[in-house]
């Protein structure tokens, strides 16, 4: 597709709507201020555009959102703490932007929360323990920000946890966390097809 300009200040009026991609796109500017107007969306994809701006405080309205997938953009500024009454939401994909500051630590209460991506922006502080609290985690990417630091004992205790990204930060990750870990890597690891 080639839509350009802004998304249009009509939308959040569309009060039923559901679905709302608008991905792959040449679309500007910043996202609504109302966005979170739009009660019954479920899924909200704007990937791969040229949005700018912060994210509107008013996304953590968005009750019903399962899938919110903002990534490569230009969106900046800091993550609104009410990114966390998100409970509902299972994909938050914030990857490739300028986003900066920390992880609310509100975070925690995203207890649907399956897939974190946050790789790519300009991230800083240390890793919330609050991310222990997201029982349904399978991917946490991170990586390429600048989170420093701990990495928390607690990210490393969800069971559910299938694949994390933590390369490209100032992370300290403890031997204590991989128990029986240590020494050099078998030649067969290291020769995998």
Do not use: C, W
């Not at 910043?30 to 555009?49: A, K, S």
């Not at 914030?94 to 509100?106: E, F, H, I, K």
């Not at 240390?126 to 701990?150: A, D, I, T």
């Amino acid at each position: 597709n080639s839509i350009t300009g802004k998304i249009p200040f009509g939308i959040p009026l569309m009060v039923n709507l559901e679905r709302l991609h608008f991905h792959n796109n040449a679309l500007q500017g910043p996202l609504p201020q109302d966005i979170g107007d739009l009660e019954q969306l479920r899924e909200l994809y704007l990937y791969n555009n040229e949005l700018t701006g912060p994210v509107p405080a008013s996304i953590g309205d968005l009750e019903n959102l399962l899938s919110l997938a903002l990534n490569s953009n230009a969106l900046s500024g800091e993550l609104p703490n009410s990114i966390g009454d998100l409970e509902s939401l299972e994909v938050l994909d914030l990857a490739d932007n300028a986003l900066v500051g920390g992880l609310p630590r509100n975070i925690g209460r995203m207890s649907a929360l399956e897939e974190l991506y946050l790789t790519s922006n300009q991230m800083t502080g240390e890793l919330p323990k609050e991310l222990g609290n997201l029982e349904n985690l399978k991917r946490l990417y991170v990586g390429s920000n600048l989170f420093q630091g701990e990495v928390p004992d607690e990210i490393f205790e969800i069971v559910t946890l299938e694949e994390l990204g933590l390369a490209n930060n100032k992370v300290d990750i403890s031997p204590a966390e991989f128990p029986g870990l240590g020494g050099e890597l078998p030649l067969d690891a290291i020769n995998l097809p």
